[in-house]
C-alpha cells in the first residue's frame, strides 16, 4: 500500500509520527519526504493494522495539518523489513 499525505506534514516530526505507529502495529516499509511538500509511505501487513494507521496519519502529530490523504493499494511490497525513515524523494 502506497500513502500519500498532503499538507503541513515536513518539519513538524510526522515522519517520525509514522514510524512510531507503524512499529507499535508491527507493519512493515517506509516513510519519507517528497520533494512537492507532501510525505508518503510504502507500507504492508494486516489490513485492520494498514487502517488503524491510516487512520493514524490522517490525524498526524499536533503540529500536521493533513490536507489531503491518497492510499493506493497497489500491492507492491515495501523494501525493506521493519520500518524506517527513508532518505527524500
Request: hydrophobic share 50%; aromatic share 6%; no cysteine.
Given at each position: ?33 517528497r520533494w512537492d511538500g ?7 501487513g494486516a489490513a485492520l ?41
Amino acid at each position: 500500500m502506497l500513502i500519500v499525505v498532503e499538507g503541513r506534514v515536513q518539519g513538524v516530526g510526522y515522519r517520525e509520527f509514522v514510524r512510531r505507529a507503524a512499529l507499535r502495529l508491527q507493519l512493515s516499509g517506509w516513510v519519507r519526504n517528497r520533494w512537492d511538500g507532501a510525505v508518503e509511505a510504502r507500507v504492508s501487513g494486516a489490513a485492520l493494522d494498514l487502517d488503524a494507521l491510516v487512520d493514524a496519519m490522517r490525524a498526524g502529530p499536533s503540529m500536521a495539518q493533513v490536507r489531503a490523504l491518497k492510499v493506493v493499494e497497489d500491492g507492491d511490497p515495501p523494501e525493506s523489513g521493519g520500518f524506517v525513515i527513508a532518505s527524500s524523494a
